[in-house]
């Protein structure tokens, strides 16, 4: 049970959901930010499939999944081989980081070139690529868009600074432009089971019957 998860974790000051700005179970969140899309985008189905979904990578926290501490599945993520942009959180750590002053690493592209994509970058690790990689596996059949957001919405130096867009090409500039908020602070609580049969039918939609994880 997700809400009785959270009660104990806050009994030992700790939160499940990841999210140090949202002081819910990550269920809630989940179904505050599709129902948040559903409204905002209604003829896209598989923007609110995405929202409800986009943090299912958490699951490597559960005790009874991967049991991975948190510091290794939450945060924001970057770029690795290539220059780390102040925008980046906490940026001033990566000084004491030995790729901080070597020269292959150091620059804009480092080991990557101008325009080479997004598909191309080693990203630093954590739920984001988690998520998208069991898409992946499993064929989901969400667009472009959708897996773009799954796979960079922590991104955080990018969709708040702008920044490594000289690594990006063409496709994840288009891409860029479908993000949408995915930490709705709403108080308005969906009605789960009102829902639940909508959300279910996309994932019959989009999703194979059984998943790899």
Same mark, same amino acid.
């Given at each position: 049970?997700?809400?009785?998860?959270?009660?104990?974790?806050?009994?030992?000051?700790?939160?499940?959901?990841?999210?140090?700005?949202?002081?819910?179970?990550?269920?809630?969140?989940?179904?505050?930010?599709?129902?948040?899309?559903?409204?905002?985008?209604?003829?896209?189905?598989?923007?609110?499939?995405?929202?409800?979904?986009?943090?299912?990578?958490?699951?490597?926290?559960?005790?009874?999944?991967?049991?991975? +501490?948190?510091?290794?599945?939450?945060? &924001?993520? $970057?770029?690795? *081989? #290539?220059?780390? =942009?102040?925008?980046?959180?906490?940026?001033?750590?990566?000084?004491?980081?030995?790729?901080?002053?070597? +020269?292959?690493?150091?620059?804009?592209? &480092?080991? $990557?070139?101008? *325009? #080479?994509?997004? =598909?191309?970058?080693?990203?630093?690790?954590?739920?984001?690529?988690?998520?998208?990689?069991?898409?992946?596996?499993?064929?989901?059949?969400?667009?472009?868009?959708?897996?773009?957001?799954?796979?960079?919405?922590?991104?955080?130096?990018?969709?708040?600074?702008?920044?490594?867009?000289?690594?990006?090409?063409?496709?994840?500039?288009?891409?860029?432009?479908?993000?949408?908020?995915?930490?709705?602070?709403?108080?308005?609580?969906?009605?789960?089971?009102?829902?639940?049969?909508?959300?279910?039918?996309?994932?019959?939609?989009?999703?194979?019957?059984?998943?790899?994880?």
């Amino acid at each position: 049970d997700c809400e009785e998860d959270e009660r104990r974790a806050r009994k030992k000051g700790q939160r499940r959901n990841g999210d140090p700005d949202l002081d819910k179970p990550q269920i809630k969140h989940l179904l505050q930010t599709a129902e948040a899309v559903r409204r905002d985008y209604p003829d896209e189905d598989w923007l609110h499939l995405t929202g409800l979904i986009h943090d299912l990578g958490k699951i490597l926290l559960h005790p009874n999944f991967s049991k991975r +501490p948190q510091l290794a599945v939450v945060g &924001g993520t $970057y770029p690795v *081989g #290539c220059a780390f =942009e102040d925008s980046i959180v906490h940026h001033k750590y990566f000084k004491e980081n030995p790729d901080f002053t070597n +020269p292959k690493y150091n620059t804009a592209t &480092g080991v $990557y070139s101008e *325009g #080479c994509g997004l =598909e191309n970058i080693l990203m630093s690790w954590g739920h984001d690529d988690y998520m998208y990689m069991v898409a992946k596996e499993n064929k989901i059949t969400l667009p472009s868009a959708g897996l773009f957001i799954i796979q960079f919405h922590s991104f955080y130096a990018m969709h708040r600074s702008g920044s490594y867009k000289h690594l990006m090409n063409q496709e994840d500039m288009e891409n860029l432009e479908c993000k949408y908020d995915l930490y709705s602070k709403s108080k308005v609580r969906a009605d789960v089971e009102k829902v639940k049969p909508y959300y279910l039918s996309l994932i019959e939609k989009y999703f194979p019957a059984k998943l790899r994880w």
